[in-house]
């Protein structure tokens, strides 16, 4: 526990990888099929959401135990512009671009803790949990 995996996102290709290798800590953890998709899934949206809107950043991995669970935690960290209206950006359908909207609020569905930190000018950092079942 506590080995931190640490995945710069600057370009297209860094979200395969870090899908790959979120992925593959997870199954390695105990993680079941469905619970790689959502977390792959989850690590898809939060490394588009650096690439689209701060350019670069970091996704990091890591196994954890708290109060006997076990947990694969993904923390997506940027220094973009910030996120204005932290509320509205979780509302389904809210893009500051042409995307649906779902990337936010459909990572706070797929995981079981969420935590969103936002500071203009100086970045965002979403906190996201799965517990092994």
Do not use: C
Not at 86 to 99: E, F, N, P, V
Request: glycine residues 10%; aromatic residues 6%; negative net charge.
């Amino acid at each position: 526990m506590g080995n931190i995996v640490s995945i710069p996102i600057i370009n297209e290709l860094d979200i395969v990888v870090a899908r790959q290798k979120g992925r593959e800590m997870a199954k390695e953890f105990g993680f079941v099929s469905i619970d790689l998709a959502l977390i792959a899934t989850a690590i898809s949206e939060l490394t588009r959401n650096i690439i689209t809107y701060a350019t670069n950043g970091n996704i990091f991995f890591e196994l954890i135990e708290e109060h006997g669970r076990k947990g694969f935690r993904l923390i997506s960290k940027d220094e973009g512009p910030g996120i204005e209206d932290i509320k509205l950006a979780l509302q389904d359908g809210y893009s500051t671009t042409s995307s649906l909207g779902l990337g936010l609020p459909g990572v706070k569905r797929l995981m079981d803790d969420f935590d969103i930190q936002s500071v203009m000018g100086q970045g965002t950092i979403v906190t996201a949990t799965k517990w092994l079942n």
